[in-house]
């Protein structure tokens, strides 16, 4: 099986592709490491394939917050300025700056 180089990095604000919600990556995972119910519930015509990194995500949209499992294929770099809302960031990181958060100094290894 091939390792891919992670595209987006811990901190950084991306959206979804397809459906537009933003969020902030918490972890990345090399290719996909959820459950196979999980991936069998994506409607076949979207479903990602699975040899690509799969990325964690704080993310939020019109109707609230959680937390979302996203393949790569499926992120692009999120241009709006604006925070993302959730209530699990200052857990992970601290205050946001222009599109990415700094990892709190007690996660980072």
Avoid at 4 to 15: L, T
Avoid at 48 to 56: M, T
Wanted: proline share 6%.
């Amino acid at each position: 099986m091939m390792e891919y180089r992670a595209k987006f990095n811990i901190g950084q604000v991306v959206s979804h592709r397809l459906f537009g919600f933003r969020g902030v990556i918490y972890d990345v995972d090399p290719q996909y490491a959820n459950t196979e119910a999980w991936y069998e519930a994506i409607p076949k015509e979207i479903r990602p394939h699975k040899d690509q990194p799969f990325y964690h995500l704080l993310a939020q949209n019109e109707t609230g917050s959680y937390e979302a499992y996203v393949s790569e294929q499926n992120l692009v770099m999120e241009e709006n300025p604006v925070p993302v809302e959730h209530p699990g960031i200052m857990d992970y990181f601290e205050e946001g700056h222009s599109g990415h958060y700094q990892l709190r100094n007690t996660l980072a290894h």
